[in-house]
Antibody, heavy 121, light 108 residues
Framework: EVQLVESGGGLVQPGRSLRLSCAASGFTFDDYAMHWVRQAPGKGLEWVSG????????GYADSVKGRFTISRDNAKNSLYLQMNSLRAEDTALYYCAKDLSARTFGYFDLWGRGTLVTVSS | EIVLTQSPATLSLSPGERATLSCRAS??????LAWYQQKPGQAPRLLIY???NRATGIPARFSGSGSGTDFTLTISSLEPEDFAVYYC??????????FGQGTKLEIK
């Protein structure tokens, strides 16, 4: 089955760190760029970060630049998001998303169910 | 940052009617625009990419048009399962991909 499964979310205090993981299955993981997209409770979607198939191109939204680090391990079919210096405004459901094709970068055709990150004291 | 403004915020229609949703970009995104559908408690689903290409498995009643700064998602005849929130998203400006704020399509 083609799927993405996120894990690692939880309740964390402001200023602390958290690492999210995304396990991919059912497709050739290292053919595709991957992304993290988040959605604050009751709000819209926000692209957070993306990484090319070979980790050669990486980008971040301004809201997380310098605090979050995206990475991938193609041997383990896994995507990661290291989140440091967390703030209350980082509270959201974090989705892992696959890029549409090997030739595009920035459309998301497969999503996980998300993992909830709550930043609160 | 490219800002995407969707209108209307809420659209109230009945099954069988035609829905027209708009997305306007603060600067040209060429044709690098996608549309997503999100139902409560679910992840978004890609409907349209590159402004007018339907994603795999998307019914023909969904169509997209536009280029530059003005885009439209049209649902030709609404089915009960189409009532959801719709988002546009641009990939023109790496690494600053952005989404619109969403249009809620509700049953009248």
């Amino acid at each position: 089955e083609v799927q993405l499964v996120e894990s690692g979310g939880g309740l964390v205090q402001p200023g602390r760190s958290l690492r999210l993981s995304c396990a991919a299955s059912g497709f050739t993981f290292d053919d595709y760029a991957m992304h993290w997209v988040r959605q604050a409770p009751g709000k819209g979607l926000e692209w957070v970060s993306g990484i090319s198939w070979n980790s050669g191109s990486i980008g971040y939204a301004d809201s997380v630049k310098g605090r979050f680090t995206i990475s991938r391990d193609n041997a383990k079919n896994s995507l990661y998001l290291q989140m440091n210096s967390l703030r209350a405004e980082d509270t959201a459901l974090y989705y892992c998303a696959k890029d549409l094709s090997a030739r595009t970068f920035g459309y998301f055709d497969l999503w996980g169910r998300g993992t909830l990150v709550t930043v609160s004291s | 940052e490219i800002v995407l403004t969707q209108s209307p915020a809420t659209l109230s229609l009945s099954p069988g009617e035609r829905a027209t949703l708009s997305c306007r970009a603060s600067q040209s995104v060429s044709s690098y625009l996608a549309w997503y559908q999100q139902k409560p408690g679910q992840a978004p689903r890609l409907l349209i990419y590159d402004a007018s290409n339907r994603a795999t498995g998307i019914p023909a009643r969904f169509s997209g048009s536009g280029s530059g700064t003005d885009f439209t998602l049209t649902i030709s005849s609404l089915e009960p399962e189409d009532f959801a929130v719709y988002y546009c998203q641009q990939r023109s400006n790496w690494p600053q991909y952005t989404f619109g704020q969403g249009t809620k399509l509700e049953i009248k």
